[in-house]
């Protein structure tokens, strides 16, 4: 059982441009969320949080937008850039248990 | 600072052989977790690791086994391999339980059964 879905394998934007990442989960219990950024050949890097208390958090070129009713994630870049190219994946837990990642979603930014 | 140290990084064994993954954590962590990630897949957490015990699972058989020792490494055992355990292993470490704001991944361990 997949609780956390990204339904967009991939995903190509132009420098500069705006990039939104979707993830849906299924658990309503769920109350943490995570954004993580993944280079070939490297661990997932932690890029962004979320808590089910708040609806949005920024940092930088990145936010991640919660909606709890429709049960759904976004990540937003802006502005793109090459460097952001990389697979992002989605992740959620009800807070002090695992945590269930998403497919991921490869993001290519062209230049 | 070193990160996540796994070992080692690439793997080939043979259906129904034993494996043992290695994993140091981050410095001033206490806490590891294993996560397996299939091809084309999101990582699945196999278990976690604090105080030496085994604290919380995933939905992994038995032949999946672990240890940490006191110096907070751990090892991920993984007995009568099959095919479909071939996959790219990621440990992760965080400063207690429930630190998942802080994991740290490692670059992890790409196991290939044949």
């Known amino acids: 059982d997949q609780q956390v879905k990204q339904n967009s394998p991939s995903l190509s934007v132009q420098e500069g441009r705006i990039s939104i990442l979707n993830c849906d989960y299924t658990?309503?219990?769920?109350?943490?969320f995570l954004w993580y950024k993944k280079y070939p050949a490297e661990g997932p890097t932690f890029l962004i949080s979320?808590?089910?208390?708040?609806d949005k958090n920024e940092d930088g070129r990145f936010t991640v937008f919660l909606n709890k009713s429709a049960k759904h994630l976004s990540l937003h870049i802006v502005p793109s850039q090459p460097g952001d190219s990389a697979v992002y994946f989605c992740?959620?837990?009800?807070?002090?248990?695992?945590?269930?990642f998403g497919t991921g979603t490869s993001l290519t930014v062209i230049p | 600072d070193a990160g996540v140290t796994q070992s080692p990084t690439h793997l080939i064994k043979t259906r129904g052989q034993q494996v043992t993954l290695r994993c140091s954590p981050k410095s001033g962590h206490d806490t590891v977790s294993w996560y397996q990630q299939a091809l084309g897949q999101g990582p699945h957490f196999i278990f976690q690791y604090y105080e030496e015990e085994e604290r919380q699972r995933g939905n992994f058989p038995d032949r999946f086994s672990g240890h940490q020792f006191p110096n907070y490494s751990s090892e991920l055992n993984v007995n009568a391999l099959l095919l479909g355990d071939s996959a790219l292993y990621l440990c992760a470490s965080s400063l207690g339980r429930f630190g998942g704001l802080g994991y740290t991944f490692g670059s992890g361990t790409r196991l290939t059964v044949v």
């Open positions: 658990n309503s219990m769920f109350d943490y």
């Open positions: 992740a959620a837990s009800v807070t002090g248990n695992q945590f269930y």
């Open positions: 979320i808590s089910s208390i708040k």
